[in-house]
């Protein structure tokens, strides 16, 4: 029998209701947690958003204190400017950024693993690349920071967005995938089909999450972003619900889960919510990024709005995320760009903290 | 959603300067309610003229926004509150401009009456309401007719070192017995939640009770119970609570934000803090919704 993404879907109400009588009631203790990515450690971000009160955070894992501001539209993804793999964390430099963030009352409970280029382009020395990996899921596990993001992707969409102009000169991204539809494969990067991508997702799962179950660490993979099927000749593996089901199936283990965004999710034409059931029922969710989007034709064509203008029903996930009892980091993400806003965006993230921060005492009253 | 309720979320400006209009849109408001007011009479009348009333509407429209409550200067009464020579053209006055905003399309026209510092210690609070029915007798009938709520806002009960006979609406009780007194449906108040609970008095009940009576023509939408710094969320009553409340009660007027907080690299106007509050109050207007 073939089992259909709605089907596995539709069964996940029920589930949820189990999962929920299980492990949380509605006047109880669980409470879900939310938190903000960290772009800098300067005393003006951190006692800021300590102010908001915010508590949990997204630990980067570069020190520094120059607050900067981040542009609306990503950097253009040119891929791997070497075949040098990817070294393993320093523990002392990790250390000391944990200790810093601490001091202001924070919790780093995530970290992103960042870019595997060799081992998402299948080249030689792919191998070391997982086992840097490997050694970074350990450290944090021994750092007592309980998930590790990580994204995969040989080259992201990256010049399919554009800046424009919504509500008031508010400034958005929105993207558009005929942009980049002809755009050639880069030579430092090649063609990669999706049955490659998969074989080497695989095996990266294989090899790394027994090391996260031995570590106490939850593995989030970030959906591709923009879920579109192909860029440049590559290939974009996880830009599905099926996608995400799929890798869940692989290696079956609450450790290996994904980043739950719904905002791509919403870009897949899919309902947030009903997802949140789905994976949430089945502890697979281990990460949650919360923006919104106005979607023009799933997949491909799509704007991203303020939180609470946009096709998602945010409130319908802060319930979902609430009743099937999530309990790792969630984290406003994408926010538009305010005029005048501070270096730090201060302004925009406020507005969405704020947002958040109501949907979620409203789904835990 | 179609159907849903949809008070009339604003922001308390005190300009009409561009950077505050285009935030103010840009936080997805689409009404304003404008505190500063005796620069927008052209040529210093000492009242609105439709004119200047339009100039204003324009301004607002060129950023999407629409005018939903204009405070009257506060010199404007003083003739009313001190009972001075001036009191019968300042209420002339005062109700020319009703009928201006009334033409120009605004429905709330706030009026603060506290002046303590200069009634001076001698005034009793006898005094005070006969001033006070004086100038609603004056001045409701007109907005009635112009279609204007007239708001009045309370005296701050929390502001500390003020006292005295003169401040005569610390209490519910106060500011509905004035509504008794003058019993025009265009005499309301200015919900400040924020202040119902040094009155004593039960939040919900009272913003249900007095919503109901179509009593409460501006509210604002207390901001130190939902942000963390300010702390004692027990003294405040829950907000989603006060939120349902205003929608069980039928207010679809303005509802704006109140004493947000500010931060160290806050903007002028306040403008991270209420941005806090105004994301803070869609959730709620939404979840009440749901």
């Known amino acids: 029998m073939t089992r259909t993404r709605r089907s596995l879907l539709a069964g996940a109400a029920a589930i949820a209701a189990v999962s929920f009588a299980a492990c949380h009631t509605r ?5 879900l947690k939310l938190g903000k990515g960290l772009r800098d450690l300067s005393d003006q971000t951190l006692d800021f958003y300590q102010s908001l009160g915010i508590r949990h955070v997204v630990m980067p894992t570069r020190y520094s204190v120059r607050v900067s501001r981040r542009g609306l539209v990503p950097r253009t993804d040119t891929g791997p400017a070497s075949d040098a793999p990817r070294q393993p964390w320093n523990r002392d430099e ?34 070391r690349e997982v086992d840097a990996a490997k050694a970074n899921i350990r ?23 554009s800046r424009t102009t919504g509500p008031s000169g508010i400034g958005l991204r929105d993207y558009d995938e005929a942009r980049t539809r002809n755009l050639p494969p880069l030579p430092n990067v090649g063609e990669h089909t999706r049955e490659q991508m998969w074989e080497r997702l695989e095996s990266f799962l294989r090899e790394v999450i027994p090391v996260a179950e031995q570590s106490g660490v939850r593995l989030a993979l970030h959906p591709n972003d923009p879920p579109v099927p192909v860029y440049r000749g590559a290939a974009q593996p996880v830009r599905s619900i099926a996608d995400q089901i799929r890798l869940i199936e692989t290696v079956d283990s609450p450790a290996n889960g994904i980043t739950l965004d719904t905002g791509v999710t919403t870009e897949m034409g899919e309902d947030a919510a009903e997802a949140i059931r789905y994976f949430g029922s089945r502890d697979r969710i281990n990460h949650v990024h919360f923006r919104n989007v106005r979607v023009d034709i799933p997949y491909y064509k799509y704007l991203e709005v303020r939180h609470d203008a946009g096709d998602c029903n945010m409130l319908a996930c802060m319930q979902a995320f609430s009743d099937v009892g999530y309990r790792y980091l969630l984290i406003p993400d994408h926010t538009p760009a305010f005029t005048g806003d501070t270096v730090g965006a201060e302004m925009s993230w406020a507005f969405a903290i704020g947002y958040l921060q109501s949907l979620k005492d409203a789904a835990e009253a | ?34 505190t500063v007011t005796e620069n927008i009479d052209i040529g210093r009348k000492g009242y609105w003229s439709r004119g200047d009333i339009e100039n204003v509407q324009d301004r607002c429209s060129a950023f999407g926004l629409r005018l939903a409550c204009l405070r009257l200067p506060a010199r404007w009464l003083d ?3 001190l009972d001075n020579d001036e009191r019968d053209r300042a209420i002339e006055n005062i109700c020319t401009s009703l009928v201006s905003a009334g033409e120009g399309g605004v429905a709330v026209v706030e009026w603060p009456w506290s002046a303590e510092a200069r009634w001076g210690k001698d005034i009793s609070s006898t005094e005070v309401l006969d001033r006070l029915a004086h100038f609603g007798d004056g001045v409701m ?33 106060q500011i509905e017995r004035y509504f008794s007194t003058i019993p025009s449906p265009a005499n309301g108040f200015t919900m400040s939640h924020r202040t119902i609970p040094g009155m004593e008095a039960d939040t919900i009940e009272a913003i249900r009770r007095i919503g109901a009576a179509g009593r409460i023509h501006h509210a604002e939408f207390n901001s130190a119970a939902i942000l963390p710094p300010r702390g004692s969320l027990g003294e405040y009553p829950n907000s989603l609570a006060v939120m349902r409340a205003y929608k069980e009660s039928g207010y679809v007027l303005a509802i704006v934000s109140d004493h947000a907080e500010s931060f160290p690299t806050d ?3 306040n403008k991270i803090g209420c941005s806090y509050a105004h994301g803070y109050i869609r959730g709620l207007v939404q979840a009440v919704n749901a």
């Open chain 2, 79 to 81: 003739g009313p509150r």
């Open chain 1, 27 to 31: 006047t109880g203790k669980h409470r």
């Open chain 1, 94 to 127: 990790l250390s000391r950024i944990k200790s810093r963030i601490e001091s202001k009352g924070l919790n780093p409970a995530m970290v992103h693993l960042g870019r595997m280029n060799l081992v998402t382009l299948g080249r030689p020395g792919a191998d």
């Open chain 2, 1 to 34: 959603m179609a159907g849903d309720w949809k008070p009339r979320l604003a922001e308390n400006v005190s300009g009409l300067d561009e950077s505050t209009l285009r935030w103010v849109g840009q936080l997805g408001l689409e009404w304003v309610a404008l």
């Open chain 2, 141 to 173: 009938e007109t907005a009635e007719r112009a279609g204007i709520k007239m708001s009045l806002r309370p005296n701050d009960v929390q502001r500390i070192g003020v006292s005295g006979p003169a401040r005569v609406f610390v209490s519910l009780a």
């Open chain 2, 267 to 269: 903007l002028r106007e």
């Open chain 1, 139 to 161: 450290l944090i596990g021994e750092l007592g920071i309980p998930v590790l993001e990580y994204n995969f992707t040989p080259l992201r969409g990256s010049e399919g967005y």
